[in-house]
């Protein structure tokens, strides 16, 4: 190989692009179009979304690289024709290939200086957040890649034309050409009669630079992904030197049809390379959470398939995994689709023969389709689509069943927003369990079982948090009638306010010998208010309803039961709490309490977790209307706050936030509430542990005994933590709503430890951690403190002037009643006269009043939006000089030495003179 040669003309090339300022010019272009789409200045999409990551940029990297590549290469073979000096080259002393590969290192070396100046949007990222490096990392990587294959692809548009224009053109259609398969997906609703197309539409799909681009997004360096671009460089070389060898060919018929057979040759090569790749499942997560690697809980678990007994025989049979995945999905759920095939050929690989995986692509109406539904109940399911604008639906199988033995586990359909190794290991370390810990639900107020309900004449579905902890667990009915039975592993209990006296007795005497359980109590149930334990047993009767409800037992005494368990419950209060880290639901009402760790913005912020097994590593939970938990003083019981909220918080009482109505109890308007702070944390979440005194006498055991065995228990103040919708949210994995919370993930670590069982509760907590921007979170908390302090002054201002004006008008009607000079009936006229005339002008200072208070909470609110919309601008204009200063810097560096070193060179007598 002719190194120096090499050598001398990538230096040339790359020299030649910067000591022009054209150069110069594509570079700032590439740079600023960068930075605006990773910070979206227009639309603030990337304030809105709150998170220090380039995913923005990555969306529209690629349409950069058409515009900017083939400017890069246009200059390569186009402008060396045009100059007449393509000849010149190819008289150097090396072979066709050779100044094929030194032309590709020039150019990438260009667009590796122009990437590197797209760093600029890293340190914004730095300066505004805690960026994940190790997924900038793999971002960059992506770029790499994507970069030089499109520079070998634009690099064969150069040298198939002769001008600058038609250079670029060409070059961009050739770079865009890859990227058609992903924007133009085929075959993602065919029949069973059409597989084939079918299976040739996936084979397109997977052709996509943009497929495999999307990895590295996640942090994920997968060495199929890697071949993939490598071998489309090398094909896009390739494809160079023959173009450029053609002027050797002495037939000219036949050394096209070989050239093309050498790359057809090349191209299947390639791709058996790549699958070759993606069976071997080789790839490295270089993110920090490592969210697509096996983790050591989930290998401990394919660890345990391997214990022996003591006679050296298996202790557990080998666990079946069937999968059904149909071959195409929507691109909603590609990503579930892909991660649940690669995560399970990882499980296949790593249990060895414990661990057995079948996976069937599947198309609707075949014979795999109809064997997975007669034999597992294994149905397609119908997910919405977006297709060209159009709304429609397609239905799409992401089955599995679990066996080993006789033990079965099935998941009809894998949702988006589920954790695929968490829920892949879980699903095989319970059904290889002989025998599970039994969770016990007390029926109370609440049922959570469903059913058919006589009052309403409806069945009702279990409620979601029985399905989940089902995968796990032997959930049983629990009924409070009879004394509740200590083989009961763990005991829920929900809404212990609506139960009557004596069941309230028997949850004591199963804590009394050691039970364990989870309070889940609610001063506002948002599900039915008349649950809430300031209503009478049995809520409200419908007026239109002929039949009566039968009457209930009274509730029993919720206080006294929580004074046992060392709590104190104030069951009227209604917890709020100004913060919320979501700018597009800033409309919630504050009672939506978001419980987060310790804001970065603030350093005397605590967090709102405690160090503890349920609620360490969790990065966001949401309480809806919850209550008010405090210790009660017993120092024979360990209490600990497990959830808490900031400062800036407090509590409405019962009486504050509704009203009685002809239809019952119905919530009041949260508009004409007052929300003043006292600087306090409220705590909302506890564990318990410790030992109970005993409630009565019984036979030896005197009343105030302390028990000889520990209790614990976890006590929530919100049942709406566990609700159906909370838990639709986590399942569906909703795009549009931009929130990923830990609530499932909070009750479910709670029962494991409660249950004594930390199997799962570290690969539970695993998710993608919410890097925030807290500089901006900052700027924003102080404006809305600002705005908060003045839209009370306003309120504390508007009650003054009210109070005033109601003043004048009781010591106007105190006037008259004072006057002896007249008789009752003329005294009675005129306080009528008075309460109309003064009335009237009450009432409308009273509007006058109110439209001012509203005037200046306006006021405030736009101050407080201008003043982040600054910050935002001025950001983003710090961004974009960031990213041009360095470039302008270089070019003026350059192009003053090229000019210097022009003057030091040229011939004296050629110089112009003044």
Sequence with gaps: MHVQTM????????????????????????VVLSVVAAFRPNSGEFFTNNQATLDLLHEWFPALLVFFVPAITMTAWAQERSRGTDQLLLTLPAHDYEIVIAKFLACLGVYAVALLFTLSNVLVLAYLGSPDLGLIFANYVGYLLLGSASIALALLGSCLTQGLTTSWLVGAVFVAVPFLPYLLPVATDLSATESLASRLGGVWNEMSTLKRFEASNNGVVALADVLYFLTLTIGGLYANAYVLGKRHWTIDKAAPAHGG?????????????????????ARADISAEKLLSVRPEAQAVIQRLFDKGDDGKLK?????????????????YQEVRDGLEKMLREFDARGGDQIRVAIYDTELYSEEAQRAEKAFGIKPRRVAVTRRSANTSDEVFLGMVFTCGPRELKIPFFDRGLPIQYELTRAIGAVAQ???????????????????????????QDWQVLEDLRKQYDVQKVEGTAAISTEIDVLVVPLPSSLPQEEMDRVLDYLYAGGRALFLCDPFPNFNLDLAPLRPSGGSQNPFQQQRKPPSKPKGNVESFMAALGLRWHKDRVVWDAYNPHLQWRELPQEFVFVAPPDPADKEAASGFADHPITSGLQELLLLHGGELADAGDDQIKVTPLLQTRTLSGFHTWGDMVQETFMGVQPKDPRGLSYKSKGERRTMAVTLEGKLAARADKGQVKKGARSTDEFKAVVVADMDVASNFLYDLRRQGRSDVNIELDNVTFVANAIDWLAGDDTYIALRKLRPKHRTLEKFEEVRKAA?????????????????????????????????????????????QLVYAAREREQRRLDAQKERIEDE???????????????????????????IGWAVVPVLLLGSLVLWRKASLEGTT?????????
């Design 784 to 828: 809305e403190a600002e705005q908060s302090k003045v839209a009370e002054e306003a309120k504390d201002d508007a009650k003054k002037k009210l109070e005033e004006a109601q003043k004048r008008l009781d010591e106007v009607v105190e006037g008259i009643e004072k006057r002896e000079n007249l008789d009752r009936l003329t005294k009675e």
């Design 906 to 914: 040229m011939d004296p007598a050629r110089r112009r003179t003044s």
């Design 434 to 460: 002989f025998e599970r810990n039994k969770v016990g639900v007390l029926k109370s107020g609440v049922d959570l079982f469903g059913g058919f309900d006589f009052q309403t004449m409806q069945s009702k």
């Design 7 to 30: 050598t001398a003309i990538v230096r040339r090339d790359f020299l030649s692009f910067f000591v022009s300022l054209k150069g110069y010019v594509f570079v700032v272009a590439f």
């Design 261 to 281: 057979i050498r790359l057809a040759c090349v191209g299947v090569s390639a791709m058996c390379l790549v699958v070759l790749a993606e069976g071997a499942a």
């Design 853 to 879: 208070k509203a005037s200046l909470i306006r006021l405030s609110q736009t101050e407080a939006l201008a003043k982040t919309r600054r910050v935002q601008t001025a950001t983003l204009w710090s961004a």
């Design 316 to 332: 557990v049979p080998p666990v079946l995994v069937q999968a059904w995945l149909s071959p195409q999905v929507p691109e909603d």
